[in-house]
């Protein structure tokens, strides 16, 4: 096989995979290199997301959350469960058996695509050539047309609390613990802390936060963060806002904290530590001296607005590069980048990327926030509608939380939804939908929502923007 081709891809996580399987659809020569180690030793495609993100976090939530709805749920249907139990080793094994399933499924698509796939790391040299070295050490050079950068992300590490595997742990390590703590710390109230935090939580460890900040979820609209963080502190979550780790040691089983907030000093000891503050792009040993890749501040690839770094045939896309490091994100770029070289006409929808925060209840949002239109001066109106006045989420036992639709005040305009509830994570594609068709909350009031679903809550927010939802007072 010549090893000359039309699109080589560094990284075979979301970003990467879905340029390569696009490239290859629109007939170009593809090949895709990736470094990443299964738990088997072997090549496992997929990245961050089906190894040790989004995918393993989310069947972990999904069990957990049946252990805990035996205890804080069944009963008030007239179920009880006399002595449930976690079996640890079948639980993370049901986790792993999903991750396989769907890294080697990406190994499959690249076979039917007749995508060429190098297991190793790849190094962009002057003039398109990429070396791979192998895991063994061996070492060859290939070359293409364009090349896309998707190497992706990894945990950001504190200096003052270095991760080690078995007491400070990051996501990989938090998705993979073979005894439930007794006591699980985390550092920061960002999406993985809430996320795996939930987890253990579930199955009772008792789980402390420490969030530097003052406010609770920052990013979200602040009516929506006050819910959810008064459920989550039902549930047992312990958050401590404005709080800043000061130390973390390792003493014989325990981890010693220190952390400080408004009120002094304070001490707190934790079988385990999450160290959960963020993640940054990873590009070790990605880029020669000399290709003319530039990196921001913050370590990431810079390119423009069509993911293009300025060197000739370079492109970035996905956690490596500016803007919200999500998988569907990276996937909308990769999927724009293949069409891009291929001469058709990429897009990336940016104003209306959905959040979601899969916890319980869900998070989700789009577009602005009230904080961010207040600020910029854009006049907006709100519409909201409690989910316990949805006969389906209470017939559910599940009717917590509130959709909030925010419209522009002159013209209706949908300018952002938020939400936190039961299946808000799906009910949040249909204000994606209305927005990116340039939607009003009109237009969404004006629709025909089955009855009963959790879908009437988006119905009656657009109805109550114009102070007309039929099932509260306005
Ligand atoms: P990555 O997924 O990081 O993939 C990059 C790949 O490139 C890796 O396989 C890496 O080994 C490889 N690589 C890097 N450098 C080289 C090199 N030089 N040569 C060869 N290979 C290389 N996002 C969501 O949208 N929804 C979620 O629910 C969600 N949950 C998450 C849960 C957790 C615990 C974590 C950590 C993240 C989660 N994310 C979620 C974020 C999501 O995983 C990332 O946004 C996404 O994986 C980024 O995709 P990517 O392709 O840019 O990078
Ligand atoms: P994050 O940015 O969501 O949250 C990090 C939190 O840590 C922030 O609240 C920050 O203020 C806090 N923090 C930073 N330094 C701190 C310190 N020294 N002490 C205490 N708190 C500190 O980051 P994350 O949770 O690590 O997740 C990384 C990224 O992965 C997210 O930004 C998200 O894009 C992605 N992700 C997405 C999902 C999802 O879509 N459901 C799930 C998990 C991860």
């Keep these: 096989m010549s090893d000359k081709f039309d699109v080589i891809v560094i990284g075979g996580g979301p970003a990467g995979y879905h340029a390569a399987i696009r490239a290859a659809q629109l007939g170009l020569k593809t090949a895709v290199i990736d470094a990443f180690v299964g738990k088997d030793g072997k090549q496992a495609l997929g990245g961050t997301c089906l190894n040790v993100g989004c995918i393993p976090s989310k069947a972990l939530l999904d069990s957990s959350k049946q252990f805990y709805n035996i205890a804080h749920n069944l009963p008030v249907h007239g179920i009880t469960v006399e002595n449930a139990k976690v079996?640890?080793?079948?639980?993370?094994?049901?986790k792993d058996k999903i991750v396989k399933q769907f890294t080697g499924g990406v190994a499959q698509l690249f076979k039917a695509n007749k995508i060429t796939s190098y297991f190793g790391t790849g190094k962009l040299l002057k003039g398109n050539q990429v070396e791979i070295t192998g895991n063994d050490g061996s070492k060859q050079t290939i070359s293409a047309t364009n090349v896309i950068l998707a190497s992706g992300s990894v945990p950001i590490e504190l200096p003052f609390a270095k991760f080690d595997g078995k007491y400070i742990?990051?996501?990989?390590?938090?998705?993979?613990?073979?005894?439930?703590?007794?006591?699980?710390?985390?550092?920061?109230?960002?999406?993985?802390?809430?996320?795996?935090?939930?987890?253990?939580?579930?199955?009772?460890?008792?789980?402390?936060?420490?969030?530097?900040?003052?406010?609770?979820?920052?990013?979200?609209?602040?009516?929506?963060?006050?819910?959810?963080?008064?459920?989550?502190?039902?549930?047992?979550?312990?958050?401590?806002?404005?709080?800043?780790?000061?130390?973390?040691?390792?003493?014989?089983?325990?981890v010693h904290l220190t952390y400080t907030d408004k009120d002094g000093d304070h001490d707190l000891v934790v079988d385990k530590l999450l160290v959960a503050v963020g993640r940054r792009a990873y590009t070790a040993g990605l880029l020669a001296d000399d290709t003319g890749v530039k990196l921001d501040e913050r370590g990431r690839i810079v390119v423009d607005?069509?993911?293009?770094?300025?060197?000739?045939?370079?492109?970035?896309?996905?956690?490596?590069?500016?803007?919200?490091?999500?998988?569907?994100?990276?996937?909308?770029?990769?999927?724009?980048?293949?069409?891009?070289?291929?001469?058709?006409?990429?897009?990336?929808?940016?104003?209306?990327?959905?959040?979601?925060?899969?916890?319980?209840?869900?998070?989700?949002?789009?577009?602005?926030?009230?904080?961010?239109?207040?600020?910029?001066?854009?006049?907006?109106?709100?519409?909201?509608?409690?989910?316990?006045a949805i006969g389906r989420a209470v017939a559910m036992n599940e009717a917590v939380g509130q959709v909030k639709m925010i419209a522009h005040a002159e013209t209706d305009r949908i300018l952002g939804v938020h939400m936190v509830g039961p299946g808000v994570s799906e009910l949040i594609a249909e204000c994606v939908v209305a927005m990116e068709f340039k939607g009003s909350s009109e237009d969404l009031a004006r629709i025909v929502h089955a009855h009963p679903t959790l879908s009437e809550a988006v119905h009656e927010a657009a109805l109550s923007v114009d102070k007309r939802a039929i099932h509260k007072g306005n």
């Design 305 to 388: 607005e069509h993911c293009h770094t300025g060197v000739d045939g370079v492109w970035a896309v996905g956690d490596a590069v500016r803007g919200p490091m999500l998988a569907h994100k990276g996937f909308e770029e990769g999927v724009a980048v293949a069409e891009w070289i291929a001469g058709k006409a990429g897009h990336v929808s940016y104003d209306t990327m959905p959040w979601v925060i899969y916890t319980e209840p869900e998070i989700a949002w789009v577009g602005k926030t009230e904080k961010e239109l207040k600020e910029a001066g854009v006049p907006y109106k709100v519409g909201t509608f409690p989910f316990a």
């Design 169 to 254: 742990i990051d996501n990989a390590g938090a998705l993979d613990i073979n005894d439930v703590p007794k006591r699980l710390g985390v550092i920061g109230a960002g999406v993985i802390g809430l996320e795996l935090g939930s987890v253990w939580n579930r199955l009772g460890s008792e789980v402390t936060v420490i969030e530097a900040l003052p406010d609770f979820l920052g990013a979200a609209d602040a009516d929506i963060a006050k819910i959810a963080l008064k459920e989550f502190t039902k549930q047992g979550l312990a958050i401590k806002l404005g709080a800043k780790l000061a130390k973390a040691e390792v003493k014989g089983n325990e």
């Design 87 to 94: 079996d640890l080793g079948t639980f993370i094994g049901r």
